[in-house]
């Protein structure tokens, strides 16, 4: 999912009142300075300065290089304004529109002064009270600051439960000099200058300026933060830089004419105002590293920062930056991947302290760009209803077409070709007239036609007179025809891929782990990789090019129980994989379903006929499989147009009609389709929040074959969502960690996701997910609450209501409370690790309040699958006795949580699936807070046992099936939104606000019927 930042943004502090500080110790102020005015360099005086408090660990921004951008400003990205959390002897950091906050290397985050976690956490609010906390040391410590909540600490030096594996990770030690200064200047460029406009600026600043910046060859992020290794000749500095680029000003197609196209490609003057604001070294990060310091002390942001600019100083000139990744065509080249979309390969790069010291994480990233042609052959390419347009020149646009056309061109970057020019236009709209009807007004007054324009200045006749122009300005008539405008390069498709578009991206990158390790070697050695400068040397970094060589370990599948009725009754998954097959097996708890139907979408005749034996076939699976599915249906099968999908009313009919039918007493309806339609949502919808019956779907295609493996998958999820369950541990939980879990006091794993609409919606829903188990000790069924929450919001909203509902549920089953709760948070990124843990945590306290006396202790855990570590067998690891080819993949069950982990904080890396393709991915755990004081050892083996437990497959999944199933969740409450509201969002889209996005409408209410079913996997 996409990650996103919170948005509070702090007041503007009086320039006059700034206090300087150094090193985060308050220090004497700078003595003054002469005013100095030499050509036009001035220099100023300062007598205080500000020092930066440390910051939350943001991603860095898009941009796009400079030849293939507007000088006019882009508008804002949404949601930028991000929230800080400086030092408690700092005041608030000054911010405004152009001086935003400031993006940080690293990914990790340590929260401020804490109470220790060993005691129970009854009030998660700041407190102002005199508060105690052991360090490390064992000294009690008092402290009258406020308090905060502190992230878990690691309980022990690692695990060490099963055999040692040699790895490496891509993981690049970086080495800095501690005591070496860094000092840290605030640029501010007049008039507005974009990212590649401002390094351009700061270029020629630093060719034309050596003297009066000491020689220094400073880092610079394009925005607000220049860092230099030696102190400038002045604290102040005003420089005016001049560049050839073109006005800024938008030209009506009345002012193209040569002779001002002529003047405004004279050189642009640029006001640069550089002050110093601070000074530091990497004495506070060293310590922190390497834990002599106190377990308080936060990790040094500032520095940190500064040196992740330095690390991406010379990649950012050589490649496109896009976020923390950087892509070139050097790489590979670019490949099509169809509809005016192509995919481009580069590497992601980000600083991370671990456990071994500073560490550059380097990783092989694919993304997919716009291509960059012709505006004409761009839309041939994207949009099937435009696919002859060359053909038929004459045609224009109706309807719906025009919204298709708008949307598709709105907000990409384009240069004209009809004359010589660098300038690059933003699309805003499509005109609402054809190119044939428009008319502008001259500078006299005198209206003139927009192709007799373009005739008698640029002889050239306009071939798609029916098509509008392209609108490029918000505030006054700028247009430009189509046909002589080129889409620029280096832009990245924000929009939705198609699933042949997605299959062709992530076959660019699925690599094996040997060449994907080869790949990073690679960057690392290159030209454009981030020790391709010389910034490193000049602020004393020394970056490895060696991968991390590190031990991991194997955890020991678990033994499984089956179904009693079958002739294998319990196994241990001993293949290479893990995986295990039912033959001769039944599933654990195989449900029986009397009351069943089918209904089918489209289909020819002959897929039509081929629906008896299909029934047949699996109702013979199921029973081989300890399922029993009746043989008769409650109604002969219902064949339908593939048309009905296409209408909401009519497909809600029909349902209630065959429900009616069935006497209100349908356990499962089974769907087949003739292709995947987008009515599948609201097929979805219907059947669990207005008819309540449980739903399985599949296509035509897949019924041809009707292989065994097709239907034992089927079946399994059949009888998942109608109640049944697929395996169980054959040694329960309280046997495994029977110092935590007893038979007789139920413990409940609830899991957590939220989804959020892709990119270019600026105005749906986020969709939240809990899910929680019911049954204990098998722990492998679990019932699930949805809720729609602002557009984007991370946080979950209704946090406390849906694990209150969930409670309610397992008490109602087991007559009992859930003495422990181990929660499973999925998509939150790092920078967002304290605010989740605040404010969710307490939300789940307070579901629990309204149990009297009722306070279990609570594991609150993150799992992210969205980072960049990847694992890879050591090769020249010397072990005879290894059988594992070497590009292969790492075995299920590896484990790390030495090295390359949080160097304070409770964190490690689970590969518990096998990866078939690719690289595998490695999921990571961090947990923020543990009142059950898990060892490393009892949270992997927990973790990677329920990842066995998983219902749809035989196997063991890549993610703990809480998250798992959360994620399912939030995807099926996305699906009730996707149609139902599109339409009329649709048409609100254009006065919706990025700043103030819509209430979010709620979700339909399930029906009682399948509320506590697993109908979401």
């Not at 105005?763 to 984007?792: C, D, E, I």
Request: charged share 25%; proline share 7%; glycine share 6%.
């Amino acid at each position: 999912m996409e990650e996103t930042e919170d948005s509070n943004t702090t007041k503007k502090n009086n320039p006059k009142t700034r206090s300087y500080s150094y090193n985060g110790r308050h220090g004497n102020p700078h003595n003054n300075q002469q005013h100095h005015h030499q050509n036009r360099i001035r220099y100023g005086n300062q007598n205080q300065y500000q020092n930066y408090p440390p910051l939350l660990p943001l991603p860095l921004p898009p941009t796009i290089p400079l030849h293939h951008l507007s000088v006019t400003p882009p508008p804002l990205p949404h949601n930028q304004n991000q929230s800080f959390r400086p030092k408690t002897h700092l005041q608030k950091l000054p911010w405004s529109r152009n001086n935003p906050p400031l993006a940080t290397s690293s990914d990790s985050e340590a929260p401020n002064l804490a109470v220790s976690q060993a005691s129970e956490a009854e009030g998660l609010q700041q407190q102002t009270s005199t508060i105690s906390f052991i360090r490390k040391d064992g000294r009690e410590v008092m402290s009258d600051k406020p308090q905060s909540l502190v992230v878990a600490r690691r309980p022990d030096s690692g695990g060490v439960e099963g055999p040692v594996i040699s790895l490496l990770a891509n993981h690049f030690l970086v080495k800095f000099d501690p005591f070496n200064r860094i000092f840290h200047y605030d640029v501010e460029i007049s008039p507005y200058a974009s990212k590649e406009v401002a390094r351009m600026i700061k270029q020629k600043l630093v060719d034309d300026n050596s003297v009066v910046l000491s020689g220094a060859l400073p880092a610079y992020d394009g925005r607000k933060n220049l860092y230099s290794p030696i102190e400038f000749q002045s604290d102040r500095l005003e420089l005016f830089i001049s560049l050839p680029i073109p006005s800024s000003k938008l030209l009506l197609p009345s002012e193209t004419s040569f002779d001002v196209q002529e003047k405004n490609q004279q050189s642009k003057l640029f006001r640069v105002n550089i002050k110093l604001v601070s000074k530091f070294d990497g004495k506070e990060l060293s310590s922190y590293l390497s834990k002599e310091g106190d377990d308080c002390i936060p990790l040094p942001q500032d520095y940190l920062h500064a040196l992740d600019v330095v690390l991406r100083e010379s990649p950012t000139e050589k490649c496109i930056p896009v976020g923390r990744s950087l892509y070139s065509s050097s790489m590979g080249g670019t490949k099509e991947v169809g509809g005016g979309v192509v995919g481009l390969r580069g590497f992601f790069q980000s600083l991370r302290p671990t456990q071994q010291g500073l560490a550059l994480n380097v990783d092989f990233s694919v993304t997919a760009f716009h291509e960059s042609i012709g505006v004409i052959p761009y839309l041939q390419k994207r949009l099937e209803f435009l696919r002859n347009l060359s053909q038929t020149k004459t045609r224009g646009l109706i309807g719906e077409e025009r919204k298709e056309v708008e949307k598709a061109l709105k907000n990409i970057r384009v240069f004209v070709c009809h004359r010589e020019t660098v300038q690059r236009y933003r699309v805003c709209s499509l005109t609402e007239e054809a190119t044939e009807n428009l008319w502008f007004p001259d500078r006299d007054g005198t209206k003139l036609r927009l192709v007799t324009y373009f005739k008698e200045h640029y002889n050239y006749d306009i071939q798609f007179r029916n098509l509008p122009c392209l609108q490029i300005s918000r505030r006054k008539l700028c247009y430009l025809p189509m046909e002589l405008c080129v889409i620029c390069e280096g832009q990245k498709f924000l929009g939705k891929l198609s699933d042949d578009q997605t299959a062709k991206i992530l076959k660019m990158g699925c690599q094996r782990p040997r060449e994907r390790k080869a790949t990073i070697d690679a960057v690392m050695a290159g030209p454009v990789g981030p020790t391709s400068g010389v910034q490193g040397r000049e602020f004393k970094l020394n970056v490895s090019r060696e991968m991390t060589r590190l031990n991991g370990r194997i955890l020991q599948p678990p033994k499984l129980k089956l179904g009693n009725g079958g002739y294998v009754r319990d196994l241990i998954p001993s293949r290479y994989d893990r995986q295990w097959n039912l033959l001769d097996s039944h599933v654990f708890e195989g449900t029986r379903v009397e009351r069943w139907g089918l209904i089918s979408f489209g289909g020819s005749s002959d897929q039509k006929s081929s629906i008896p034996k299909f029934m047949n076939q699996l109702s013979q699976r199921c029973e081989q499989l300890g399922i029993f599915l009746n043989k008769n249906t409650v109604f002969s099968p219902q064949f339908e147009p593939i048309q009905v999908l296409n209408n909401v009313s009519t497909l809600e009919s029909k349902l209630k009609k065959i429900y009616r039918a069935a006497s209100n007493n349908l356990q499962l309806l089974i769907c087949v389709m003739e292709r995947k339609h987008k009515g599948y949502a609201d097929f979805k919808r219907i059947a669990e929040t207005s008819v309540g019956v449980v739903t399985q779907c599949c296509l035509y295609q897949n019924l041809g074959k009707l292989s065994s493996q097709f239907l034992a998958n089927l079946a399994l999820k059949i009888n998942a969502k109608v109640g049944g369950s697929t395996v169980a541990l054959y040694n329960s939980l309280p046997s495994q960690i029977p110092r935590l879990f007893q038979v007789d006091e139920p413990v409940i794993f609830m899991g957590a996701d939220v989804t959020h609409p892709h990119p270019l919606d600026d105005f749906s829903p986020s969709v939240a997910a809990v899910v929680g188990s019911l049954n204990w000790p098998a722990a492998n069924k679990y019932v699930s609450r949805m809720r729609s929450q602002t557009h984007r919001q991370e946080i979950i909203q209704d946090l406390s209501a849906m694990v209150g509902e969930i409670l309610d549920d397992f008490n109602q089953e087991l007559s009992k409370l859930p003495k422990r709760i181990v929660f499973f948070r999925d998509g939150v990124s790092e920078t967002q690790f304290y605010k989740v843990l605040q404010e969710e945590l307490q939300a789940i306290r307070t579901a629990c309040s309204k149990y009297p006396e009722y306070k279990p202790p609570i594991t609150f855990a993150v799992v992210q699958k969205r980072h960049h570590t990847r694992l890879f067998p050591n090769e020249n690891n010397p072990n005879p006795n290894r059988s594992q080819l070497f590009d292969e993949n790492i075995p299920p069950g590896t484990v790390v949580d030495t090295v390359i982990t949080h160097p304070r904080e409770f964190d490690f890396f689970l590969c518990s699936h096998w990866g078939v393709k690719g690289t595998s991915r490695p999921t990571h755990y961090h947990v923020l807070w543990d009142e059950n004081h898990f060892t490393s050892d009892e949270l992997q083996k927990l973790i990677y046992n329920l990842c066995f437990t998983f219902v749809r497959c035989t196997k063991p999944v890549s993610l703990v099936p809480p998250a798992y199933y959360a994620h399912l969740a939030a995807y099926r409450g996305r699906l009730y939104l996707e149609r139902s509201d599109s339409a009329a969002l649709t048409r609100n889209a254009s006065t919706i606000s990025r700043a103030a996005p819509p209430k979010a409408a709620p979700l339909p209410k399930l029906s009682e019927n399948v509320k506590k079913l697993m109908f979401y996997c």
